[in-house]
């Protein structure tokens, strides 16, 4: 498969922090009423550190249960997955996944929730200056001490971004993180969500069902079949950022992953 890494448009430079994932002949499966049921066929792609990729298929393909496995939520039933040339075999910190709810602590503020991680490692105190430039990084720094049910759905997926933020992910693991909000807050989500990668360069590695986010978001795009997934295309996006909805060639980039998803009409 292609990577990024190999376009001249992908500046290597700045990807300072992020993981480098492979992803080598995966296959997978679950066990439903005693029958096999195959989720994915022999997926292999690599995503160079600092890169942004977006995952796209039909629903229900084996996309979230990709991500699951790159979290290292659970083991592939064959092939494996490297983070910086050692196998994936748990959960780490330094692996991040934000999922399409919040899943706040309604009972903590969102400055109890963005530091929730340093509280584990019994850290609070000397990451308060951490917690506080990740609050501004989100534009959360004057609702620190508000609770989940007061905030909009948009804050509330800042302030679950915030929280991953602050563990410093190498890899941050994104399931469809804007996918319930309305349009108008999905696409300032998107711009903020461009804002905070550029300026972390953590890897991201996105699972979306809309085609405009992920050509907005991603430096690539991988297009799934129907389940079991397989890639049927890895779509290079050398548009530079800030982009626009509207530029003639993110148009004729969307025309083309349509068309790789058989929806040419």
């Given at each position: 498969m292609v990577s990024a890494a190999l376009d001249p448009a992908?500046?290597?430079?700045a990807a300072t922090r992020g993981a480098q994932i492979d992803v080598q002949n995966v296959s997978h499966r679950f066990s439903l009423k005693g029958e096999p049921l195959p989720v994915l066929d022999q997926v292999s792609f690599s995503v160079a550190p600092g890169e942004f990729v977006a995952l796209l298929g039909p629903s229900g393909c084996g996309k979230s249960t990709l991500l699951r496995l790159v979290a290292g939520l659970e083991p592939p039933t064959s092939g494996r997955i490297l983070a910086d040339g050692a196998p994936i075999a748990g959960p780490d910190p330094s692996r991040i996944v934000v999922f399409q709810d919040p899943t706040l602590y309604p009972w903590r503020t969102v400055r109890g929730n963005v530091a929730l991680g340093p509280s584990i490692r019994k850290q609070v105190a000397q990451e308060r200056e951490r917690i506080d430039q990740v609050l501004t990084l989100v534009g959360l720094e004057g609702f620190a001490d508000a609770y989940p049910h007061q905030l909009s759905g948009g804050m509330a997926q800042r302030a679950a971004l915030a929280r991953a933020l602050v563990n410093e992910p190498r890899l941050l693991v994104l399931d469809e993180p804007l996918g319930k909000l309305d349009s108008l807050t999905r696409m300032r989500m998107q711009a903020e969500l461009v804002n905070l990668w550029e300026r972390s360069r953590f890897t991201a590695l996105m699972v979306t069902h809309d085609v405009e986010e992920a050509l907005y978001l991603a430096q690539r795009v991988i297009v799934f079949s129907e389940r079991p997934?397989?890639?049927?295309?890895?779509?290079?996006?050398?548009?530079?950022?800030?982009?626009?909805?509207?530029?003639?060639?993110l148009i004729a980039l969307r025309k083309q992953v349509l068309a790789e998803l058989g929806l040419q009409a």
């Open positions: 992908y500046d290597q430079s997934a397989a890639i049927v295309a890895d779509v290079i996006n050398a548009l530079p950022y800030p982009r626009h909805r509207d530029d003639p060639k």
